[in-house]
């Protein structure tokens, strides 16, 4: 199993995985230009995509799918919610859109897909876990950890988790108050710390591999994301020698993420 993280952050987000047969995109939040030189550089196109799942229908994580969807037959997959907001907002959009249920588990090309709900301020928003040759848990875009996060990303060998901002940037910082309050609520972001302890509970149940993902441009940055959940192990007596690896996405570029298949005995 491959993991590319694309784009992560305010700015736009989108993943993608490969294992097998299989490649596909979480989020599309990008334009589908860079999407496609992305791609390329990774020796794909998006017409041999098995499809792209949606978490949920913000810009930035669905601006590309308009063009992609014009340009190249590619399949969406999205909870019942966000597909109607696809098909009112992209015209012909119906044609590629498949409607999953949190909690049903379903497969393309051979990997196994378990959208999970995710505490956001939207009707619908999933996180997903991934299993094929290893398991891949995704949860981003959440204002707090609930029981359905824990059980969707339990027992995955890689993770890829919200630290989105410190809470002393927030709060100091120049987002208008309405907005502060909603980062700040049950159905806003995860804070550095908040993620600090879910990476422990993950690490504790299996993680081999932990990615920060969807940073906050103006109320985060990479070295204070990676040092506050680096202190949520140390705190607890483990090393990184001895703890999992942590890596931070960058908004960016392009980050590949390996998970070897582990031999049976």
Partial sequence: MQIYTIASGSGGNCTLLCDGK???????GISARRISHA???????????????????????????????????????????????????IAGVDNFITELSAGKEFYIDGVSVLPFLTPHDTPESVGYRISGSRVFGFCTDCGHVTTEMREGMSGAHAVMIEANYDLEMLKNGSYPQFLKRRVLSDRGHLSNESCGEFAL?????????IILAHLSRENNTPDLALKTVSSAFTREGINSADGPQIFVAPEKDIFPISLEEVPLC
């Fill in 201 to 209: 509970s993950l690490y504790d149940s299996g993680a081999e591999k």
């Fill in 39 to 89: 791609l390329s550089s990774l020796g794909k196109s998006p017409n041999e995509l098995s499809g792209i799942l949606i978490t949920h229908e913000h810009g930035d994580h669905v601006c590309g799918l308009k063009t992609l969807t014009k340009q190249f037959e590619v399949s969406i997959f999205a909870p019942r919610t966000v597909a109607n907001h696809l098909r009112w907002s």
């Fill in 22 to 28: 299989a490649s596909f995109l979480i989020d599309a």
